[in-house]
């Protein structure tokens, strides 16, 4: 097993961020139960300065609907970004999310050769039905002390947002997401790829890109998301056992999907959308 140390961009980061997200800091820790968690805490205590946490090793990391997300150091980028927001409509946060990161991924590769795209609402998954990675956004009210507008043109309530993320680097040797979907990791696709190269080239586009939805909400990445939309096309089975074919999303981020008994709206969070089969070739490598 290599030992050596993990070498961060943690201060290219900053320098980078910093500027347009003020008081933004990077921490990176060995160990953690998991990110999310972590931020979470420190919220409730007070804390919702911006911050990414990296975690080279959670204990206790979690996906969608409370899934295990468990791993050996160096195989999955796991991370949180953490800041105050106040948007002028939530609806379609994670689908941004998601497309931010698989552009990210695969910044300059022609669209015919793209191989990462987006499964509704946010996971990560390569064209040929095997998952990347996944994310878990989650939130909390800010204390009563705190008095941060928070970025963004909405008029409501500003609310401390974290969004964490895991994505698999290397052939994972120690990680679940307790789910039967077969996975995938950046290696599959490039053997350079390793957690802290992913991370300089998707954070400052993520963090660009969220602040953007918290302006204008989901409607100008709609086109965006359908680029790389894994879904569409596809016939999908949601978890309340109804099916049918995916038809893309409306600007607010809302499936759409068309059954025997017409065009059902389908939203985040609802139901757990899979699709029946996966017709999408792989680009080749």
Same mark, same amino acid.
């Given at each position: 097993?290599?030992?050596?140390?993990?070498?961060?961009?943690?201060?290219?980061?900053?320098?980078?961020?910093? %500027?347009?997200?003020?008081?933004?800091?990077?921490?990176?820790?060995?160990?953690?139960?998991? $990110?999310?968690?972590?931020?979470?805490?420190?919220?409730?205590?007070?804390? $919702?300065?911006?911050?990414? &946490?990296?975690?080279?090793?959670?204990?206790?990391?979690?996906?969608?609907?409370?899934?295990?997300?468990?791993?050996?150091?160096?195989?999955?980028?796991?991370?949180?970004?953490?800041?105050?927001?106040?948007?002028?409509?939530?609806?379609?946060?994670?689908?941004?999310? @998601?497309?931010?990161?698989?552009?990210?991924?695969?910044?300059? $590769?022609?669209?015919?050769?793209?191989?990462?795209?987006?499964?509704? %609402?946010?996971?990560?998954? &390569?064209?040929?039905?095997?998952?990347?990675?996944?994310?878990?956004?989650?939130?909390?009210?800010?204390?009563?002390?705190?008095?941060?507008?928070?970025? #963004?043109?909405?008029?409501?309530?500003?609310?401390?947002?974290?969004?964490? $993320? #895991?994505?698999?680097?290397?052939?994972?040797?120690?990680?679940?997401?307790?789910?039967?979907?077969?996975?995938?990791?950046?290696?599959?696709?490039?053997?350079?790829?390793?957690?802290?190269?992913?991370?300089?080239?998707?954070?400052?586009?993520?963090?660009?890109?969220?602040?953007?939805?918290?302006?204008?909400?989901?409607?100008?990445?709609?086109?965006?998301?359908?680029?790389?939309?894994?879904?569409?096309?596809?016939?999908?089975? &949601?978890?309340?056992?109804?099916?049918?074919?995916?038809?893309?999303?409306?600007?607010? #981020?809302?499936?759409?999907?068309?059954?025997?008994? @017409?065009?059902?709206?389908?939203?985040? @969070?609802?139901?757990?959308?899979? %699709?029946?089969?996966?017709? &999408?070739?792989?680009?080749?490598?």
């Amino acid at each position: 097993m290599n030992l050596a140390p993990t070498r961060w961009p943690a201060e290219d980061l900053w320098l980078e961020i910093a %500027p347009r997200l003020p008081g933004f800091t990077v921490e990176v820790l060995p160990e953690i139960d998991s $990110t999310n968690t972590e931020l979470m805490r420190r919220a409730r205590a007070g804390q $919702t300065e911006p911050i990414v &946490l990296v975690a080279e090793s959670q204990t206790a990391g979690r996906g969608r609907q409370g899934r295990a997300w468990l791993n050996q150091p160096g195989d999955c980028l796991m991370y949180s970004l953490g800041l105050v927001l106040n948007p002028v409509d939530w609806s379609g946060l994670s689908l941004v999310v @998601g497309l931010s990161i698989a552009e990210s991924l695969q910044a300059g $590769t022609p669209a015919s050769q793209a191989r990462i795209g987006v499964k509704w %609402p946010n996971d990560l998954w &390569l064209h040929d039905g095997r998952k990347l990675g996944g994310t878990l956004i989650e939130t909390a009210n800010l204390p009563a002390s705190t008095h941060a507008a928070g970025i #963004g043109a909405g008029q409501g309530m500003a609310r401390f947002v974290i969004i964490g $993320t #895991g994505i698999n680097v290397r052939p994972p040797q120690g990680a679940t997401d307790a789910l039967s979907t077969p996975t995938a990791c950046l290696q599959d696709i490039d053997a350079q790829w390793s957690a802290p190269r992913a991370l300089q080239h998707l954070l400052p586009r993520l963090v660009d890109d969220v602040m953007q939805f918290a302006d204008h909400g989901f409607a100008p990445f709609q086109a965006r998301f359908a680029a790389h939309d894994v879904l569409r096309g596809q016939r999908v089975h &949601l978890s309340d056992g109804s099916s049918g074919e995916a038809l893309g999303v409306l600007p607010d #981020g809302t499936l759409q999907l068309r059954t025997q008994a @017409g065009v059902r709206s389908v939203l985040s @969070g609802d139901v757990s959308v899979r %699709p029946i089969h996966m017709a &999408l070739p792989a680009a080749p490598l």
